[in-house]
């Protein structure tokens, strides 16, 4: 039986330390997320040409490859579960959404916000569950397809 720290860090503690803090501060960057906001339409294309630049980065990819690795903990996972209640509001009270305007998700996301907030917030201590059992089928199937890659 693997012990549980060979499970969910897979990879060693040197390489962990190594990149601890480019990782720190990409999980502050995601710890800002978890709560929900209302942004502009200006705010929300800056966010997407920062993550764009930072996409290309060596930090933020050396992140994204751990975190394939690696169950997600904390504010990560409420973060996930979060998205998926509100990928659940969303399809129940909206379901134009994807089709949606840029204007109209932003005055959909203000209703969501107002309207189903404590909502959210119990769905989101709900889908806590799903989302770790999600994690772990993600970590399961990174695994599976390294293992294809080496055979």
Known sequence: MRKFKEMYLPITEEEYRQ???EIEEIEKELDDLVEFKVISK???RAIGRRMKRLAKTAAFKRAKELGRRVVAKGAKLKKKAFN???DFVIKKFFP???KASMEMRVK???QIASKYGG????MTQ???KDARKAEIEKVKAYRRSIGKKDA
């Open 19 to 21: 990149n601890l803090q």
């Open 84 to 86: 998926m209640a509100k």
């Open 119 to 122: 909502l959210l917030a119990k």
């Open 42 to 44: 200006a705010v929300r």
């Open 126 to 128: 709900k889908k806590m």
């Open 96 to 98: 134009l959404y994807k």
């Open 108 to 110: 959909m996301d203000q």
